[in-house]
């Protein structure tokens, strides 16, 4: 197999792949399909090209798995983007809810040696400004729950907001309008099932957030 850096191409849908190995979800090409926004042709025809190339494998139950040269392309190109997001937000002040998106294209094109430069530049960071982990700290998960697992009248501290959230940006830009990125403190109020809401204290305003929101938003709680 060629080992040549993939494709742009491949290396979205193996970030994806690693994203989802990390978090424990099962890899299925439906998965993909809304992660990416593609439809499922397109997902399988690529998914071919992968397993012919030898990025990733699949089963008897058609769950994708990485190879560890797909791991290890897939950990590249997250370190990249996460470097990218951090270059962004810290040294240029482009504003959090919009690093992502430019990370996005900025990811295929930075080079090893770049990258080195970058992670020494910023400290060898170990989160992205969202709070994800970059390849080979993701033990920092096992520490923060999901905002939906909170008690009422809890204090809480936001640590991450999942990658899923950040490919929203309309959520991502109503996050950052209420102040709820990572570091920031709050109350969890209300929590109400049955319309799928929880609701926020942070300082003086009152926040509220559907379950599908807040289930990607990891918090600290406060002894």
């Known amino acids: 197999m060629d080992q040549t850096r993939p494709t742009p191409t491949i290396e979205d849908y193996l970030g994806v792949l690693y994203t989802l190995e990390r978090d424990n979800e099962p ?59 951090l270059l962004l937000a810290r040294v240029l002040g482009v504003p959090w809810s919009v690093v992502h998106a430019e990370a996005d294209q900025m990811e295929h094109i930075i080079s090893s040696d770049t990258m080195q430069r970058l992670a020494q530049r910023l400290d060898d960071p170990e989160t992205c400004p969202h709070g994800n982990p970059l390849p080979g700290h993701e033990a920092l998960l096992d520490e923060w729950i999901p905002l939906t697992e ?71 709680v406060e002894p």
Not at 56 to 77: C, F, N, Y
Not at 185 to 213: C, H, M, R, W, Y
């Open 27 to 85: 890899a299925i090409g439906a998965r993909l399909a809304s992660w990416l926004e593609v439809s499922a042709p397109t997902v399988t025809a690529t998914l071919q090209r992968m397993k012919r190339d030898g990025w990733v494998t699949m089963d008897e139950r058609k769950e994708i798995h990485l190879t560890p040269a797909g791991r290890q392309a897939a950990k590249s190109v997250l370190r990249r983007h996460m470097l990218s997001e």
């Open 150 to 220: 909170v008690e009422p009248g809890q204090q809480i501290v936001i640590k991450r907001v999942h990658e899923s959230v950040e490919q929203k940006h309309e959520v991502m830009v109503y996050l950052e309008e209420q102040g709820l990125m990572p570091g920031t403190q709050a109350a969890v109020g209300e929590v109400i099932p049955f319309n799928e809401t929880v609701s926020l204290q942070v300082g003086d305003k009152t926040v509220v957030l559907g379950f599908s929101v807040a289930q990607g938003i990891y918090v600290h």
